[in-house]
C-alpha cells in the first residue's frame, strides 16, 4: 500500500512498504531479517530551490553512514544506497564500503534490496521488480518510479537525448562518475576498484547528468520542466547527492556480515 497526495508545498506520504513484486527469501543465511509492515507517515517538502552546494546523502563531510534514505519508490519502499560497514569499523574515515561492491555480503535479493532489523524493505540498487511492473524500456521516457527526500522526481534508465524536447529521441542516462585510477593512498590500499564509495569520482560532463545524478528535463509528469533525478546502471545506480534540502528520516541501515556473495557489481 502506497499514497502520495501532492501539494504546492509537500508530497504527504503513508507507505507499508511491502511491494507487490518477488522480493528474496527473508530471513536468509545473509541477512537474519523477516519482512514486515512499516507505518511511513511523512511529508517531503516541494518546490525547492537548489542548494548552493550538492548535499550529501552522509552528514556535512561526507563521511559517516547516511542519515537518510534516499527517496521513496511509487510502491512505498525506500530507496536507501548506503551502508553502515566500514574499513575496521573506522567511520570517521572515507572507506565506507558499498552494497553492490562485492566486498561485503549483506543477502540482496534480485531486485537489489534487502531488509533491515525493524523489518523495512528497502533497496540499495537497481528495483528491477518494480521496473518490469512499470514498463521501463528503452523505447520510451522512464514513467516517473520515485521521489527524492528533497521533493525532486525520480526516473530510471531512460530520458530524452534533448532534455528540453519530448519529440526527441529516447536515450539510456550514464553518470558522470568512474572509478578512480591507481591504488588507495592508506589503509586499505589496494586498487580502485569499487569495494567503496570514495573509490569514485565525478567527471563534470563526462555522461548525461551532474553529481547528484539528475538534470533538468522535461517529462510526462512535468511538461514544463523540472530537475529530475535518474537511477543508472553505473555508479552510483541511486544518486548519492541531493539537489535540495531534504527531508531527513533517520540514521542509515545497519547490516550484517556473511553469506554468498551480492548480485554481481556493475562495472563504471
Known amino acids: ?12 506520504v503513508e507507505a507499508n512498504g511491502i511491494p507487490k513484486h518477488k522480493v528474496g527469501q527473508f530471513p536468509s543465511r545473509h541477512n537474519p531479517n523477516s519482512v514486515e509492515e512499516q507505518a511511513h507517515d511523512f511529508s517531503i517538502p516541494t518546490n525547492q530551490k537548489p542548494a548552493r552546494q550538492p548535499i550529501s546523502l552522509h552528514n556535512e563531510s561526507g563521511r559517516g553512514p547516511p542519515n537518510t534514505p534516499f527517496g521513496i519508490a511509487v ?23 558499498e552494497a553492490l561492491g562485492g566486498s561485503i555480503l549483506l543477502g540482496l535479493d534480485a531486485n537489489h ?59 539510456k542516462m550514464f553518470s558522470s562518475f568512474r572509478l578512480k585510477q591507481g591504488e588507495r593512498p592508506n589503509p586499505p ?48 545506480v541511486i544518486p548519492r547527492y541531493f539537489k535540495a534540502e531534504p527531508l531527513r528520516l533517520r540514521g542509515g541501515p545497519r547490516h550484517h556480515w556473511g553469506g554468498p556473495p551480492p548480485p554481481p557489481r556493475r562495472s563504471p
Open 113 to 171: 534490496g534487502h531488509v533491515q532489523p525493524n523489518g523495512s524493505y528497502h533497496y540499495h540498487g537497481l528495483p528491477t521488480g518494480l521496473l518490469k511492473k512499470l514498463g521501463v524500456n528503452p523505447k520510451e521516457h522512464s514513467p516517473l518510479i520515485g521521489y527524492a527526500m528533497d521533493g525532486f522526481p525520480v526516473y530510471a534508465l531512460y530520458g530524452y537525448k534533448d532534455p528540453k524536447d519530448m519529440t526527441s529521441k529516447i536515450k
Open 75 to 97: 510502491n512505498g519502499v525506500l530507496f536507501d544506497p548506503g551502508t553502515a560497514e566500514f574499513y575496521m569499523g573506522d567511520r570517521d574515515a572515507d572507506w565506507n564500503y
Open 189 to 236: 590500499g589496494g586498487k580502485y576498484d569499487g569495494a567503496f564509495s570514495k573509490d569514485y569520482e565525478y567527471v563534470k560532463g563526462l555522461g548525461d547528468l551532474d553529481i547528484c545524478n539528475g538534470r533538468f528535463t522535461v517529462t510526462d509528469e512535468f511538461p514544463k520542466g523540472t530537475y529530475a533525478y535518474f537511477l543508472t546502471e553505473d555508479w552510483p
Open 1 to 12: 500500500m502506497s499514497k502520495f497526495k501532492e501539494s504546492n508545498k509537500e508530497i504527504k
